[in-house]
């Protein structure tokens, strides 16, 4: 697609409900990140993808936080058994990277983002 | 580690009027990049501008400037005759080396309210 793609772009969750994020890069890029964004916060990195491989989680929350990218293209972070202090907007970006193992200085592109409001 | 920090919080000015977003870094790498991203009310943010570590000169884009200084470890963002379109959170970032590259860390941004 032309740019990166969120769904869904709000989620009401009551506490204890699991839910899925779902993100669309652009197409052919390599590099896939999520961040959580508290209300008037700045993005906080939960986890990156270089294609299928999750190579960095360290910034998952909890075991609760499991992200997914099983072709390497769309990516779903899903969140079991909610919590009031997971509402927040889950932002999704992507690169275009060159080869794997190097490190890649390119801008990251965003989505509009899925806000998680959990009751 | 890295860090960023944008001290102001909230900055509001009127329309016309030259503003200017600080943004402080801590990195111990002699190679990183530093970036600024808008985002407006709609929530998407938008890229603004990339600078790697050994070029220190300053950057004019239209009305948009940046002054990058190693000395004190700052890229701030200079935005001249302020439009209400110019609204939005503005977010500094870094990217430092590190085993897999995807190293990219957001300051706490600054809210810029541009008021007619």
């Known amino acids: 697609g032309a740019g990166v793609s969120q769904s869904p772009r709000y989620k009401v969750a009551k506490r204890g409900q699991d839910v899925a994020l779902r993100c669309d890069p652009i197409?052919?890029?390599?590099?896939l990140f999520w961040y959580q964004q508290a209300l008037g916060q700045g993005p906080e990195f939960l986890t990156y993808?270089?294609?299928?491989?999750?190579?960095?989680k360290s910034g998952l929350p909890s075991d609760r936080f499991f992200a997914e990218r099983p072709e390497g293209s769309v990516s779903t972070l899903k969140i079991q058994r909610t919590q009031q202090e997971d509402s927040a907007v889950y932002l999704c970006?992507?690169?275009?990277?060159?080869?794997?193992?190097?490190?890649?200085?390119?801008?990251?592109?965003f989505g509009e983002g899925s806000r998680l409001t959990v009751l | 580690a890295q860090k960023v920090t944008q001290a102001q919080t909230e900055i509001s000015v009127v329309e016309k009027e030259d503003v200017t977003l600080d943004c402080v870094y801590e990195?111990?790498?002699?190679?990183?990049?530093l970036f600024w991203y808008k985002q407006p009310p709609s929530g998407e943010l938008v890229f603004l501008i990339r600078?790697?570590?050994?070029?220190?000169q300053n950057e004019i884009s239209g009305r948009y400037s940046w002054n990058f200084q190693k000395s004190t470890s700052s890229f701030n963002f200079t935005i001249t005759a302020s439009q209400v379109v110019d609204s939005a959170v503005y977010f500094c970032?870094?990217?430092?080396?590190?085993?897999?590259?995807?190293?990219?860390?957001f300051g706490p941004g600054t809210r810029l309210s541009v008021l007619p």
């Open positions: 970006a992507s690169r275009g990277d060159a080869a794997s193992g190097r490190w890649n200085t390119g801008e990251l592109f």
């Open positions: 600078r790697n570590s050994f070029d220190e």
């Open positions: 197409s052919g890029h390599v590099s």
């Open positions: 970032a870094l990217s430092e080396r590190d085993n897999y590259g995807q190293n990219f860390v």
């Open positions: 990195t111990r790498d002699t190679t990183y990049y």
């Open positions: 993808f270089q294609n299928e491989a999750q190579l960095d």
